[in-house]
Nanobody, 126 residues
Framework: VQLQASGGGLVQAGGSLRLSCAASGRTFSSDGMGWFRQAAGKEREFVAAIWWNFHTTYYADSVKGRFTISGDNAKNTVYLQMNSLKPEDTAVYYC????????????????????WGQGTQVTVSS
C-alpha cells in the first residue's frame, strides 16, 4: 500500500496550488486522511485532515481560511487546495491515512497515521 502525493511546485506569494494524494497498490479502507508539512530545519507539523464520517475537516490555525481539504473515501484520494500562499508555507507536504481511528487518537498527531506518502515540495517566493 502506497500513497503518492503530487502537485507541488514553485509559486509566488498570493498564488494557489492544489495538491493531490492517491493510493496505489493493494486497496485498503481508511477512516480519514490528512496532510502534514515539514519546512527545512523544522519538525513536521499538521496542516489539515478529513474524517470520512460526514467529511468532517480539521485545520491548523496557520492555514485556516486559506487551505481546503477534500477527498474521495472510496478511492482513498485526498486533495489540498492552497490559496493565498505565503513564503512561510514553503515545505515538503506529506499525505497520510488513518486506517482505524481509535479512542484517544488525534487527527493532528502524526503518530496516529498508519500510511504515509513520499512528500511533494511546495516553494512560495516572496
Amino acid at each position: 500500500v502506497q500513497l503518492q502525493a503530487s502537485g507541488g511546485g514553485l509559486v509566488q506569494a498570493g498564488g494557489s496550488l492544489r495538491l493531490s494524494c492517491a493510493a496505489s497498490g493493494r486497496t485498503f479502507s481508511s477512516d480519514g486522511m490528512g496532510w502534514f508539512r515539514q519546512a527545512a530545519g523544522k519538525e513536521r507539523e499538521f496542516v489539515a485532515a478529513i474524517w470520512w464520517n460526514f467529511h468532517t475537516t480539521y485545520y491548523a490555525d496557520s492555514v485556516k481560511g486559506r487551505f481546503t481539504i477534500s477527498g474521495d473515501n472510496a478511492k482513498n484520494t485526498v486533495y489540498l487546495q492552497m490559496n493565498s500562499l505565503k513564503p512561510e508555507d514553503t515545505a515538503v507536504y506529506y499525505c497520510a491515512a488513518v486506517l482505524r481511528y481509535r479512542s484517544g487518537s488525534s487527527w493532528s498527531r502524526e503518530y496516529d497515521y498508519d500510511v504515509w506518502g513520499q512528500g511533494t515540495q511546495v516553494t512560495v517566493s516572496s
